[in-house]
């Protein structure tokens, strides 16, 4: 499958075992599915419609209109994919931060005897 491309059919997903209040986040998946949106983000941008016939037809109002809404919907899903994208790479560092941070903190305790 291309970088681009939708599967075409439902995968089975295969998540670990978690205890209850634990959350494991995939930071390299979350940075992989946040380009994956910006490059459908870029996609959607650059849509054009079709050169319009005769403005004085009724058929080329109507189709004209209707692109029109359509480019208006493309650019909201776009600046919202773009957003979107946005927190998920954020939240990707500050995934990554953390790990680093805790693995920090869990060097530094010292075992103790009991």
């Known amino acids: 499958?291309?970088?681009?491309?939708?599967?075409?059919?439902?995968?089975?997903?295969?998540?670990?075992?978690?205890?209850?209040?634990?959350?494991?986040?995939?930071?390299?998946?979350?940075?992989?599915?946040?380009?994956?949106?910006r490059e459908l983000s870029t996609r959607f941008s650059v849509l054009a419609s079709p050169t319009?016939?005769?403005?004085?037809?009724?058929?080329?109002?109507?189709?004209?209109?209707?692109?029109t809404a359509v480019g208006l919907a493309a650019e909201v899903l776009t600046n919202r994919t773009q957003a979107t994208t946005g927190a998920v790479e954020t939240g990707a560092v500050g995934y990554g931060s953390n790990e680093v941070t805790a693995a920090g903190e869990m060097a530094a305790v010292r075992p103790r005897m009991v």
């Not at 491309?5 to 979350?30: C, H, I, K, N």
């Not at 319009?52 to 692109?67: M, N």
């Open 52 to 67: 319009p016939g005769r403005p004085c037809q009724p058929t080329t109002a109507a189709v004209g209109g209707a692109h």
């Open 1 to 37: 499958m291309t970088s681009g491309e939708l599967p075409t059919r439902a995968t089975s997903l295969d998540f670990p075992r978690m205890e209850t209040g634990e959350l494991r986040v995939d930071v390299y998946q979350l940075r992989a599915s946040a380009s994956q949106w």
